[in-house]
Structures are given as C-alpha cells and as structure tokens.
C-alpha cells in the first residue's frame, strides 16, 4: 500500500505524559501536513513541512506540541505533559508540489487517535 | 479569516432520494474548494476540486458545484455506502494555500 501510514492508530495515556505519533507520506509527496479533529469538527490546520522545512505552525500549536520530519521523509509529532483537552484524532496528509505550484489535493492517513485519561 | 459554514449539520435520506449538501464560504481569493468524504474512525477521502464560479465535478452519484459564494455537492439517488460525513475545504491565496476545513455535514442514507 503506498497511502500514507500513521502509527499508532490508537494511544491511551495519562495525564502528563509524553506521546509520540509517526507519519509516512506518499513517497513522491514533499508537503506534510498535520491537523487535529474532535467530534464533530472539521479538520484543524496544526503545521505543515515542505521537505525538511517547517514553514507554518498554527497559533493551536502551543509549546508542548513538536513536530518533526528530518530528511523530509516521514514525519513525527510529539505532545509533551499531555492534557485531557489534546484528546482528539491527530491527521497526517501529504501532497505534491509540481513544477505549475500546489493544486491543494491532500491525500490523508487513517488517523492517530489520543484520548488521555 | 477564512470562514467555511457547512449546512445542515446533519442529513437524514431514504435510499433514493436526491438532496443537496451546502458549503458557504468567505476568503480573499479562492485558490481552490475541496469535498472530502470521511467515514468514521478515518482519515477523509479525496473528492474534487473546484477552482472558478460556474465548474462542475461529478463522480457516480456525487456532483459538485461552484458560484462566488458557495459550493454544492449534490447526491443523486443515494445508497446506504453514500453514508459518511462530508468536508468542504477552501484555499485563499495571498498565503501558504493551507486549506481550512468546515464541520462537516453528517450524511446517513437509509435503505
């Protein structure tokens, strides 16, 4: 399956601790993008990567959110001292820059689901 | 701040009968209108893009529509695997053409 791949699909931690989800893009992809979705929300825009290059953080992104993607190849997104309100479906999309710029399509993952306890 | 409100929140159908889903949106310059279809537990799926007021989309029993102000994904006689919610995302440009996303609208159709 060439789709995008996170891991884990499902993680249950408590209060204050540290978790980590992986993303694996296509792999022609250069952008990657992560979002976070609640229930019955949209999808929203956390950061995105153009290769190695972290070129937008959202103001939601506080201090204790990091985000990754060395060698511009899979990506990874930490959460350090977790809290009840970071349960959410945290989402990896990837797309292609071409030569005529970014038609916008993201190709999504199955998703990494928080709940914190 | 680009806004996108989707309506209704949450459609019921019988299998077969034809509605219209509506994403209204605001931004300074449309760079592109996106539909995704998201099941439960999962990522949300590719649709279609629209670009200019006037264009069309379809695939199978979905068609998309576009004018200045909103969108239109229209669901002729739908089935019960039509069940899902669907997104509609905007890209402005004048920015880093990130999409923001509306809230979706709940679809179950009943056989």
């Known amino acids: 399956d060439t789709g995008v791949s996170q891991n884990p699909r499902h993680k249950i931690t408590k209060r204050g601790q540290n978790v980590t989800f992986r993303c694996d893009p296509i792999?022609?992809?250069?952008?990657l993008y992560w979002y976070r979705q609640t229930l019955g929300q949209g999808p929203e825009f956390l950061t995105y990567f153009q290769n190695e290059a972290q070129l937008e953080k959202s103001r939601l992104l506080s201090d204790r959110f990091s985000a990754e993607r060395p060698k511009g190849s899979f990506s990874t997104l930490e959460i350090q001292r977790t809290e009840q309100g970071d349960s959410a479906m945290y989402l990896c999309?990837?797309?292609?820059?071409?030569?005529?710029?970014?038609?916008?399509?993201?190709?999504f993952g199955e998703g990494s689901r928080l709940t914190v306890l | 701040e680009d806004q996108v409100t989707q309506s209704p929140e949450a459609l019921r159908l019988q299998e077969g009968e034809s509605s219209s889903l509506n994403c209204s949106y605001t931004?300074?310059?449309?760079?592109?209108l996106f539909w995704y279809r998201q099941d439960p537990g999962k990522g949300p799926e590719f649709l279609f893009t629209l670009y200019s007021a006037g264009e069309e989309k379809e695939k199978e029993r979905l068609k998309a529509t576009l004018t200045k102000k909103e969108s239109f994904l229209h669901i002729t006689a739908p089935k019960p695997e039509d069940s899902a919610t669907y997104l509609c995302?905007?890209?402005?440009?004048?920015?880093?053409?990130?999409?923001?996303f509306g809230r979706g609208t709940s679809l179950i159709v009943h056989p």
């Open positions: 931004v300074s310059g449309l760079r592109g």
């Open positions: 999309a990837s797309s292609l820059t071409s030569g005529r710029g970014n038609t916008g399509e993201l190709f």
């Open positions: 995302a905007v890209r402005a440009s004048g920015g880093s053409y990130i999409p923001t």
């Open positions: 792999s022609e992809h250069n952008r």
